[in-house]
């Protein structure tokens, strides 16, 4: 099962912002489907880091844009972004892994706020971009 479906509520109109969320949702997506297939700890282990890794991947993509184009609120788009950098890594990897209760509340919150940032700070991000000719 999927926790989340990209679908075209999720979609700003930027390419390569609208590529990256949709391969940040799959990782989230493998991982759920990790859990639930109950993979062995160090298998679910390199799925959670792929997904970790694509988060701060994708966060600086981002920042690298809006600083490519001046974006007026930048500081305050790379601050969300470091906050939940922070956040993700307050859990205890190892933990989760041996964890599968920790391990559903840690995706609910990722997702939860993924779907969040896209609808409302992302979106304002890809507005000004398009504004700037970006597609
Ligand atoms: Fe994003
Ligand atoms: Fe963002």
Request: hydrophobic residues 40%; aromatic residues 14%.
């Amino acid at each position: 099962m999927s926790l989340v479906v990209f679908d075209d509520s999720l979609k700003l109109g930027i390419k390569a912002i609208d590529e990256q969320h949709s391969r940040f949702i799959g990782y989230i997506n493998d991982t759920w489907d990790a859990l639930d297939q109950g993979k062995p700890q160090d298998e679910f282990l390199y799925i959670l880091n792929r997904l970790l890794d694509y988060a701060m991947e994708h966060f600086s993509a981002e920042e690298a844009l809006m600083q490519e184009y001046d974006y007026p609120d930048y500081a305050a788009h790379k601050g969300l972004h470091n906050e939940t950098a922070a956040d993700l890594f307050e859990f205890d990897l190892r933990l989760l892994a041996g964890d599968p209760e920790e391990s559903r509340a840690f995706l609910q919150f990722l997702t939860d706020w993924l779907n969040n940032h896209i609808r409302f700070t992302d979106r304002e991000l890809a507005a000004f971009l398009k504004h700037k000719g970006v597609s």
